[in-house]
Each structure stands twice: as C-alpha cells, then as structure tokens.
C-alpha cells in the first residue's frame, strides 16, 4: 500500500513546526548515531535529538494529528506508533542511500517494541523551497519519487527498498515513524481499506441505514475481527 494523505497537519500546525525546528537553537545531531546495520553506512542527515523537550513537544503535535485522521486510521489500522522522530538534509548532511528498514525497533521514549508493518513520511518544508531531497520507494513497478506539501504525509510498506535522493538547495525537514498494524498482512490490510472507502460512498449516497450498507459493514468487521490483533 502507497498512500498520500492530504493535509495531515494545519496550516497552523506547519507555521509551528517551521518556527521550532528551523530555529538557531533546535538540537540537531547528527543522524548516523540512530542507525543500525547496513543503514549506518548510508545515512548522512541530522536528527532532532529524541531525548530533547523540543522532541517531545513535536512527538505530541504529530500524534495528535494522526489520531483525528480518519483516512489514516482506515489505512494502518494501528495498533502501535513508533514516536515521530524529525530529521534534516541539506549543505554537507543531505541524503540518505537505499535502505530497508528494521523489522522490530525500541522506542526509548515509552520503552515500546514496534514491529514495522508501515513506514511514514509527513513533509514538513514546501516542495519549493528545496530541490531533490525526493522520497524514492523500489518495488516490482519500478521506483516511486515522493515530494508531497508540507503537511502531507506518504505511507508505504517498511519492507520496501527506498532512499533520500541528495538535497542540493535549501534544506529538506521531515518527521517520520512506523506503525505496527493490527492487520500484520499487507493484502488483508488493502482488502479492508478498499472495503472501507467503498463503504463510504455507499454511506453518502444511500445513508447508514440501507440494507446493503449495514450487511457490508458487517462482513468489515468480521473480516477486521478473524485478522486483527489487539
């Protein structure tokens, strides 16, 4: 599953993020320290220190956001989040090699083991204000370059090859987690997404009460019900 969520964070909340992390004072390190395995070899950004109170301010704006998201709610099913952690390219620090990423991580902020079913991207820059710095995602189609809005977010499976291209103007600022599913498959999680956005324009345009629309919810659930695990 690829997925772009349109306007994840408000206008509001992006003027904020611009404010804090772009600030002289923000305490960016530098990102390799966070990697493990081959990623280490790779990775050549900065990262918003976790154990930071800037960090945790941010963490919680971010959450907040996915949790009145219904799309993304309907999309991973989540069943834990990987706090948001922040990084930067640009100038010496400014791209990140191919990569997969970690199958099961350790959050030291709330001491958490999260499984990587989905891995997420939310732009915090204007696509304007910097050139490459593109999210790109290998699979058997080919690639996918991402440059979404500040405030847009683009999911996509952990187990996928991927990249940040060289950023070679401005810089390019980003928050980005994981998700731990309910639904561990990736196909029984497309089926009921796609189940989901078909009930929904079931429900407008016959209502919650027509009979095709309540037998339809029904076979969601005990489809979510037979796979989920909570």
């Not at 959450?63 to 930067?88: E, G, M, T, V, W």
């Not at 060289?166 to 997404?193: A, C, D, K, N, Y």
């Amino acid at each position: 599953m690829f997925l772009h969520i349109k306007e994840v964070l408000t206008a509001e909340e992006v003027a904020l993020f611009r404010q804090q992390l772009w600030a002289a004072d923000a305490p960016w390190i530098d990102g390799a320290r966070s990697a493990g395995g081959q990623a280490v070899h790779q990775k050549n950004n900065r990262q918003l220190a976790q154990g930071s109170e800037l960090s945790a301010q941010l963490q919680g704006v971010v959450k907040a956001a996915l949790n009145r998201n219904a799309l993304f709610f309907s999309a991973a099913l989540p069943r834990r989040i990987y706090n948001p952690l922040f990084n930067q390219y640009g100038d010496d620090s400014n791209f990140y090699g191919n990569h997969v990423d970690s199958a099961v991580m350790h959050s030291k902020a709330d001491n958490c083991w999260v499984r990587s079913d989905l891995s997420c991207t939310l732009f915090l820059t204007p696509p304007e204000d910097y050139d490459g710095g593109e999210l790109v995602i290998c699979d058997a189609m080919g690639e996918k370059c991402i440059k979404l809005p500040a405030g847009d977010l683009i999911l996509y499976p952990s187990s996928t090859v991927h990249q940040v291209s060289p950023v070679t103007r401005g810089h390019r600022i980003s928050s980005f987690f994981w998700v731990e599913s309910m639904v561990r498959g990736l196909e029984q999680r497309q089926l009921l997404f796609d189940m989901d956005m078909s009930l929904l324009r079931l429900r407008q345009a016959h209502g919650e009460k027509e009979a095709s629309v309540i037998a339809l919810s029904g076979t969601y659930h005990n489809l979510l019900r037979m796979w989920a695990d909570v």
